[in-house]
């Protein structure tokens, strides 16, 4: 049995133990009837099955099935960027290059291993090219506004999160062809900070973090969830061309990062109005909802990893 393979059998064994206990728990409290703690809870279980299961298949398929998933996910966030923030008629060609142009070749370039194009193509070209396509509509109402949308949905769409699939190609001291492990660290440790979180909060939380921005993040649950998550890291090492230590170092570095995405991320939609970024996902919200902390951990892992554990 492959590494791999084990570890998916451990969640989702895991996940049959948190079903069997959610439904326990609806039963001997809530008695058949709604319970929004409870009901959430169950969403968000049946939620992460559908994740766990998406997974394990491009897993399954190889870095194909890889390369794809997270092609459409990009595709899918990008959408909810563009739906909830500000944009205009005028800026549809900036954002048809986005979607046509900008995604499918920043994830080619990932897919043929070109390294030094595809960490500028976006932050630079990318950066570049939009804001001259929206000055050439001649549509000058909240342009700053606009362009900075436009710019920031793709940075985080689809240049940071196609950082999780390039691991795939990152070549470590002994511990060639290992990407599937780094990317299983990367999303079991950020997103265990992120689970981890929501039950320190609610079992200890007292002192709000930024009420504004995001009402639920309390003191407690930022430092709880992240040390345990970070311990979970550290635990995880054997799998990893990391020692304990550094595990646990690199787990802190990422959770810490995952947890200024969830609250930048929480800022643009708050500043929006909105709770959530879309309804895609039942007891989740939208696809940036789930991949918040992703988005802001998966480059800087990448690129730690990169100068600090390559030949």
Known sequence: MSEITMIFGYVFVALGIATGIAWLMRWRIARGTRHPVLDNLMDRIEAWWIIVILLGIAFALGRVGVLVLFGVL?????????T???????????????????????????????????TIFIPVYGFLLLPIVAALRADTERFTERVATVQWGLMLCVFS?????ALLSLELRGFEHGGPM?????????QSSDVLQYIWGKLLGKHKLAPELSPSKTWEGLIGGVLSATAIGALLHPLTPFSAWQAAGI??????????GGLVLSGIKRDHGAKDWGSMIQGHGGVIDRLDSILFA????????????RD
């Not at 780094?182 to 950020?190: Q, Y």
């Not at 787990?251 to 990062?257: E, H, S, T």
């Not at 998966?298 to 554990?309: D, G, N, Q, T």
Request: charged residues 10%; aromatic residues 22%; hydrophobic residues 60%.
């Open 74 to 82: 990009s595709l899918l966030a990008l959408r909810e960027f563009a």
């Open 84 to 118: 909830l923030t500000y944009t205009k008629r005028s800026d549809h060609l900036a954002l048809a290059l986005c979607f046509y142009v900008a995604l499918p070749v920043q994830y080619f370039l990932v897919w043929i291993e070109w390294y030094s194009l595809y």
């Open 251 to 260: 787990a802190l570095m990422i959770n810490v990062m995952g947890f200024f």
């Open 298 to 309: 998966a480059p800087v892992y990448f690129h730690v990893l990169r100068y600090a554990f």
């Open 182 to 190: 780094l990317i299983l660290f990367l999303l079991i440790v950020v």
């Open 161 to 165: 999160l196609s950082h999780v699939p």
